[in-house]
């Protein structure tokens, strides 16, 4: 067979030239087309990836005549549902970028409209590739800490403008132009820190928890004034095995790729035998055991090939015939979208909610 031949379709979001970049570095796999109306925000993808102008279109139409296996989607999130409905008429795999879904509501109309197509989904959350939280969840597998009772989150960054794809950095005073005009910062288009980056902690820690959903859900968010979403926000949920919490954060001191910021951004895991500390990009994960209840440094697991990014990853899955799993899937990632709409709900309705179902 050919290479994987990989559309990348809107650049609302940064990671679309990270994973554009993970194409490119793969020997089975090509980018065929990117899309996006506004052709300046294509440039410099057009330029790390010598992409020919046949190749790069500000016609969604056109940009899917050139029938690629797999489409990458990095709108707004609030697009997430209505491009997907699109994409699905063409006969692609879908790879869309975190976050799943603006709600519940549109993950279901995802699922729905790739159901049928004989093609996959699959929601990226690049954490899952971060081989702190990798390691940590080999440790909750394998039994180290016991009965996995408690999920604690802390994740987030200075705030979305402050960085480009590569973790290029963007200085204050564009990160003041851009603001007022910036999806991120614009309810009707799916911004805020809540729909950012909620969905990695409950999708991630649903992962943890092999797959169990939560009884119920109370979450705040801030309410600065001039700025129409959250930049944090504060979930707590009630599982039967008792209550987890996960925080998100635009505003951290530091990012936490750079300098981790305190609060540090980490799952800590409580089990009954013992707890995991699994700083975001660390190079090793902290245990305690019953045994050895002193903080252990655990050095990271260096990640096989095929697992060390989403588009390895999904590629492999592909290749073999078998169902993306873990976070990537619809089914575990649309647990993590009904945490995400029961905070937002309970944020709004300033009470505790049962879980969406
Ligand atoms: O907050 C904006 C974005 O920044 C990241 O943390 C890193 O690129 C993403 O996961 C998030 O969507």
């Not at 109306?37 to 790390?48: G, S, T, Y």
């Not at 899952?128 to 440790?139: E, I, N, Q």
């Not at 750079?258 to 409580?270: A, D, M, S």
């Amino acid at each position: 067979m050919g290479k994987w031949r990989i559309a990348g379709i809107s650049f609302d979001h940064m990671h679309m030239g990270d994973l554009l970049r993970q194409v490119d570095a793969h020997p089975e796999a090509e980018i065929c087309a990117i899309y996006d109306p506004d052709p300046a925000r294509m440039q410099a993808a057009i330029a790390a990836f010598g992409l020919p102008s046949e190749a790069v279109f500000t016609d969604f139409d056109a940009c899917m005549a050139t029938a690629p296996d797999i489409a990458l989607l990095c709108a707004a999130t609030a697009d997430h549902a209505a491009f997907a409905e699109r994409l699905a008429t063409h006969g692609c795999h879908l790879f869309v970028e975190k976050p799943f879904a603006a709600s519940v509501e549109d993950a279901r109309r995802m699922i729905a409209a790739m159901a049928g197509t004989g093609r996959q989904m699959a929601i990226n959350w690049p954490l899952t590739w971060v081989p702190s939280h990798a390691t940590a969840k080999r440790l909750v597998d394998e039994g180290t800490i016991g009965d996995l009772l408690e999920v604690h989150y802390y994740g987030g960054n200075r705030g979305p403008l402050f960085h480009l794809a590569d973790k290029v950095e963007v200085t204050p005073e564009e990160v003041a132009r851009r603001k007022p005009d910036s999806w991120w910062y614009k309810r009707a288009s799916g911004g805020g820190s809540l729909l950012d980056y909620l969905g990695y902690d409950a999708t991630l820690g649903t992962w943890f928890l092999d797959g169990e959903a939560p009884l119920e859900v109370a979450c705040m968010v801030d309410e600065a004034p001039g700025i129409e979403v959250d930049q944090h926000s504060i979930t707590l949920c009630r599982y039967a095995r008792g209550l987890s919490k996960m925080e998100t954060r635009w505003g951290t001191f530091t990012d936490p790729w750079t300098t981790q910021p305190q609060p540090t951004c980490v799952f800590v895991l409580v089990g009954s035998n013992g707890t995991i500390g699994s700083p975001d990009y660390a190079p090793h994960v902290t245990l305690q055991t019953r045994a050895r209840p002193e903080a252990t440094p655990v050095p990271v697991d260096t990640l096989p090939e095929g697992r060390r990014n989403g588009i390895e990853y999904v590629l492999s899955c592909l290749a073999r015939g078998t169902p993306v799993g873990g976070p990537l899937s619809p089914e575990l990632s649309l647990v993590g979208q009904r945490i995400v709409d029961t905070a937002a709900a309970s944020a709004r309705e300033k009470r505790t909610l049962p879980l969406v179902p």
